[in-house]
């Protein structure tokens, strides 16, 4: 058979086992050895790692190349931290500490790791679906003519077989399929075990006629080499067929069972004392074990060969790579080897059998074969590796000094935001150039019509408005184009977000800044939470506009009415919230957004993040007023003062948002036998509880420092806080 590499086959096979062996004990150090302090619970997932290691190896060591970007699934993070640590990206001490505070994640994660992530997983199926959203991305970006000097990368998706049951995947699917998805592989480590179960017969075939359906290439890696040369020999045709035909949970069964329970089931249901038998005879039970567990996704010669094919065109592919949960450990194939853990006497057995010397378990090239300089050799010339760090850098927006307040005597916020957003298109500005839009359906109804109006959607290829072309009056020109910059999706709000966490992270994945605004309705928000609370964990860069939101939608909107989206406002990290009261308002909020959202994360001032609009469907009547520069520095700081109390104020009254008139006349009539009354419009409950909480925070400090170690008792009073000090 067609070897493609000749020798750095046996490195990659020796090199594949030290994966192995790295990331088993990874986790059997934080779980067995290391000193926790607290004797909580570690984990880690030493089957799950083991079943896509031949997988990984193949890719990273082999097959990927700088540009292309990566979301492994999350119980495969000791496998991934293993191969930086052998390409020089990651640490021992963090190898050490995996799972504690400042060690090597539980999940890969591109903020809190620092060996060279693409993109954070954890929550199954969310990084299956943000590889196919950087790939639309990625296609975006360089029809704008940017960035096209740089390689096109492929979006890789590595996948647990019960990851694929995740809604927000198939969700992703269809949206990809709309937009004519490209360059992305989805990598199915087909083990057919999840975390309770063996999974069902044939998935498989569900999973491939659904991929092609979408319009995908799909490559199912069933056998290995070592397979198909025994299919070759008298009597293989009936092993064939007695392999793929055998029940998934049978197939566990026998591997956690080993050479000799091979054996004796292959022997009872093939024996013929002629060509089979002999086929068996020939192998001793170690030799038959290793045969029948050398399924495609253990076959390195075959993954290699699948990617390089696939490096061909620009198509999207599933690889169905047939694996072992455990594989290479005896661990293999249990039903409850999830979360199983290898025994010590177990993990001794295979430290001997890896020939690793006792004290040398963290040695890089410890026990292999292959002469250190060469194994170093290979590693420095590692494609993926090759060009160093791959994450990009893109330069900043500027940022007008103000946004031109829409006028009016009576507007909706988001009415407002239409026209700010509109005013934005008729200019000429970098800052409108990079900005893209998208929505889940409800573009018009959001109020982007204006703005799609003057920037077109976004398409890969021309289409005309037919109902322009056939002189159909319409007040929406949906003319799609490569210049295009809106992205219209299907009324999916996990794919809302999930895009939004593509576009906003474009600066580092393709060098190319884009200033991304999604709009969609207030009280769909949580449809797509973990969507949203991924794209803040990943550091994406986005601001999200929702209306209607309250109860202003209608005075009966039944469940179609958002009360809880203030709370998450608050709670969301990376996520700064606003809810504007009146449009010239907004106007500073959205020019904030516009720098926030560029700012570095480590911005000792204000850390950049994302932003939230909360906006209104109700008309108010707007204030006929030039906001001072400290309104307009208080408004983003989380609250300024409509009317400041006076010396002998008893009373203030505090809003938030549409209720502004009601606020105003509240003050009214209190102020009819009150002096001095306060009107605090608070224009972000979450600057201002962050803003509280840090100086709650300080106060404790400094009563801390003043007091040597104990809080005064007036202090936790005050504060109404329980303290308990250790020791
Ligand atoms: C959204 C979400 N739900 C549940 C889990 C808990 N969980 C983690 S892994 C797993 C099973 C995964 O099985 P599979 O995808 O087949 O992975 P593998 O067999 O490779 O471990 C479950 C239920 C999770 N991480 N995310
Ligand atoms: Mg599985």
């Known amino acids: 058979m067609h070897d493609p590499l000749g020798s750095e086959l046996g490195i990659l096979a020796e090199l594949e086992r030290k994966v192995l062996w790295l990331a088993t004990w990874t986790i059997h150090n934080a779980n067995h050895l290391r000193d926790t302090g607290d004797g909580l619970k570690v984990g880690g997932h030493q089957a799950s790692s083991a079943s896509i290691a031949t997988i990984m190896s193949a890719l990273y060591l082999h097959a990927l190349r700088p540009e292309d970007r990566v979301a492994v699934k999350p119980h495969a993070s000791p496998v991934f931290h293993a191969i930086q640590y052998l390409l020089g990206n990651q640490t021992l001490d963090k190898l050490q500490r995996f799972r504690g505070l400042g060690g090597a994640q539980s999940y890969p994660s591109r903020t809190k790791d620092t060996d060279d992530v693409d993109f954070s997983t954890g929550s199954v199926g969310l990084g299956v679906a943000q590889t196919l959203f950087s790939s639309l991305v990625q296609d975006y970006v360089r029809l704008k003519g940017w960035g096209t000097a740089r390689p096109e990368g492929k979006m890789v998706a590595l996948i647990g077989d019960a990851e694929m049951d995740e809604g927000n995947i198939f969700e992703a699917l269809l949206e990809g399929w709309k937009h004519g998805l490209r360059n992305t592989w989805w990598v199915v480590d087909y083990n057919r075990q999840s975390l309770d179960a063996v999974v069902r017969e044939g998935l498989w075939a569900k999973f491939e006629a659904m991929f092609r359906n979408f319009g995908g290439d799909v490559v199912v890696l069933r056998h290995g080499r070592m397979q198909q040369a025994a299919f070759e020999e008298p009597g293989g045709t009936r092993l064939r067929g007695w392999i793929e035909a055998c029940p998934n949970q049978l197939y566990s069964a026998l591997t956690f069972g080993g050479g000799a329970a091979w054996r004796r089931r292959l022997n009872d249901e093939l024996g013929d004392q002629g060509d089979v038998s002999a086929l068996l005879g020939r192998r001793t039970d170690d030799e038959l074990a290793a045969l029948m567990g050398n399924l495609g996704g253990h076959d390195m010669p075959s993954l290699l060969e699948a990617f390089a094919a696939a490096r061909t065109h620009d198509r999207p592919v599933c690889f169905i790579g047939y694996t072992i949960k455990g594989f290479g450990l005896p661990l293999a194939g249990h039903k409850d080897n999830h979360a199983g853990l290898m025994n010590p006497g177990q993990v001794e057995a295979l430290r001997q059998a890896m020939g690793v010397k006792p004290g040398c378990e ?366």
């Open 362 to 727: 963290w040695g890089r090239f410890e026990g292999l074969k292959t002469p250190p300089e060469q194994l170093q050799g290979f590693l420095d010339a590692v494609p993926f590796n090759a060009q160093g760090p791959r994450r990009y850098e893109a330069a900043t927006i500027p940022v007008p000094e103000a946004l031109a307040v829409p006028q009016g005597r009576e507007m909706s916020t988001q009415h407002g935001f239409g026209l700010l957003m509109h005013g934005l298109a008729k200019g000429d500005t970098e800052l409108a150039a990079r900005i893209v839009t998208t929505s889940p359906d409800v573009t018009v109804s959001t109020n982007l019509g204006g703005w799609v109006n003057r920037r077109g959607l976004f398409a890969r290829e021309e289409l005309a408005d037919t109902f322009k072309a056939e002189r159909i009056p319409s007040t929406f020109h949906w003319r799609f184009s490569p210049q295009g910059q809106h992205l219209e999706l299907g009324i999916a709000e996990m794919n809302l977000f999930t895009m939004l966490s593509a576009l906003g992270l474009s600066h580092s994945i393709n060098g190319e800044r884009l200033l991304p605004i999604g709009t969609q309705y207030d009280p769909f928000i949580e449809r797509g939470l973990d969507a949203l609370n991924y794209a803040c964990y990943q550091d994406a860069r986005f601001i999200l506009v929702a209306t209607p939101s309250g109860i202003s939608l209608a005075g009966e909107g039944g469940a179609h009415q958002s009360i809880a989206t203030p709370l998450i406002g608050m709670a969301q990290d990376g996520l700064t919230s606003f809810e504007p009261a009146y449009v010239d308002e907004l106007a500073v909020m959205l020019r904030w957004a516009f720098q926030h959202i560029q700012r570095p994360a480590d911005d000792k001032r204000v850390p950049g993040g994302s932003v939230y609009l909360r906006l209104s469907t109700r008309s108010v009547a707007q204030p006929q007023r030039q906001l001072s520069p400290e309104s307009v520095a208080d408004i983003t700081a989380g609250a300024y003062w409509v009317r400041r109390p006076g010396p002998n104020a008893e009373v203030v009254v505090a809003y938030t948002g549409t209720v502004a008139p009601e606020a105003v006349e509240a003050v009214g009539m209190i102020a009819e036998d009150r002096r001095d009354v306060g009107l605090l419009a608070v224009t972000s409950a979450d600057l201002l509880h962050s803003g509280w909480t840090a100086a709650q925070r300080a106060r404790e400090d400094a009563d801390m420092n003043a007091n040597r170690g104990s809080m005064s008792h007036g202090t936790a009073a005050r504060l109404g806080v329980v303290t308990i000090f250790g020791r």
